[in-house]
């Protein structure tokens, strides 16, 4: 058994419940047990009542990126656990993660605990009318950035596999501490501007290590679960989660393509004819289904959402934001 230190950092709004109950149980159960387990509760939010083991709870100013960002205050451990409040972990999932990691020579892992490659045929085709997100053959690699800003992932994974990967979901990532802090995810921090939950902002998280050479692993059938995996209907998305969903797609994929130092002339013309196949193929199925549902929300929310996000940009705020590549 190789011997290392780590520190858990759980980001929360302290209504998790059994669910952040039975993370902290697992996590107390690991084989290798984290040094420290701290929590960063968003400012105006009630500490949970109970106390598993030796949490350590810290008040940080609301906001997914401001809560994450925070995760390395006070660490000085090697490696670091980026949780949500919802995860379970069979025991001996972290000395696994950190098994490969040094086999892989590696600086993260990221279980998926979102099998995208598990979906039903309909709604992989959802996935990709909506919003060209689309299965590979297996060539190696986990999940890869498009040109569109939306992801592709591999539909045939190997069994037990490690494969290299450019985004993941945020749910959990075991991670090198210097290389999360060497990322400046705080300057990401305009992110919270928007409500939680319509942006993207683990992908810009994952593909910020990425692109600044950090390499990523996604572990596959790990046992790893979020206990509240679950997703909204489209039916049920207000006019507001449709367009801030929307202006989410456009910044993301101009914060971390389009924008990015030394991207030539041609690059960028290839990356707005793909952003624009897919504004126009989602633009179309979302006004079938507009019809269909005789609801114009889920058609004039996506477009005000994406003309909104391009004035965005010539903002001064985001103009001034620190570059992408940190290194």
Known sequence: MNKFEYTVAIRTVGKAGDKYKKELESLHAQTIKPQRILVFLAEGFERPKFQVGYEEYI???KGLVHQRAASTQGVDTEFLLILDDDVYFPENSIEKMH?????YHADGVAPDTFPTQSLSLVSKLIAYITNTVYGRKNDGWAIKIQKTGAFSYNNHPPKGSFLPTQSAAGTALFVRTDAFKN???EDEQWIDQFPPGTFGEDQVMFYKLFRNGYKILMQYDSGVLHLDASTNKASEKTYQKIYYRAMSQYLTWHRTLY???NVS???KT???????YRFILGTITRALF?????????FTAHVKGNLDARKFVKGKD??????????
């Open 59 to 61: 008040i940080v100013p």
């Open 265 to 267: 002339k041609s690059d």
């Open 183 to 185: 990322i400046q995810y």
């Open 99 to 103: 098994e490969a990691m040094l086999q």
């Open 290 to 298: 507009a019809v269909f549902k005789l609801k114009s929300r889920f």
């Open 318 to 327: 985001y103009k001034n934001l620190p570059s992408f590549i940190t290194k």
């Open 259 to 261: 924008s990015l130092p």
């Open 270 to 276: 290839a990356l707005k004819v793909a952003y624009a």
